[in-house]
């Protein structure tokens, strides 16, 4: 059984800051992709930013120099670091993974979601 478990979520002030992490644990033969999308009500989930294997990211333009993605792949884990947040980063936050598995192919896995609010 696989299991993606996010954490960092909160309320904070705008201005502030967020640190998400996401562990992936479970019989995982390879990880591949990581990423952090989120998703308001009303709205189709969006990628926040994602990362290789080897460590290239990319961003949604309006995280841009605010955000940062990063990935330990010794302990399977994804962070999301969020700087100078907005009220407009309010969101429940998404953590996904491109996991081998045994005796499945390659497939998209997703966490629970982490509700982040960001007040004015």
């Known amino acids: 059984q696989v299991q993606l478990v996010e954490s960092g979520g909160g309320l904070v002030q705008a201005g502030g800051s967020l640190r998400l992490s996401c562990v992936v644990s479970g019989r995982i033969v390879s990880i591949n992709a990581m990423g952090w999308y989120r998703q308001v009500p009303g709205k189709q989930r969006e990628m926040v930013a994602t990362?290789?294997?080897?460590?290239?990211?990319k961003y949604a333009d309006s995280v841009k120099a605010r955000f940062t993605i990063s990935r330990d792949n010794t302990e399977n884990t994804v962070f999301l670091q969020m700087n100078s947040l907005k009220p407009e980063d309010t969101a429940v936050y998404y953590c996904n993974a491109g996991l081998l598995v045994p005796l499945h192919s390659w497939a998209d896995y997703w966490g629970q979601g982490t509700q982040v609010t960001v007040s004015s």
């Open positions: 990362i290789t294997r080897g460590g290239s990211t």
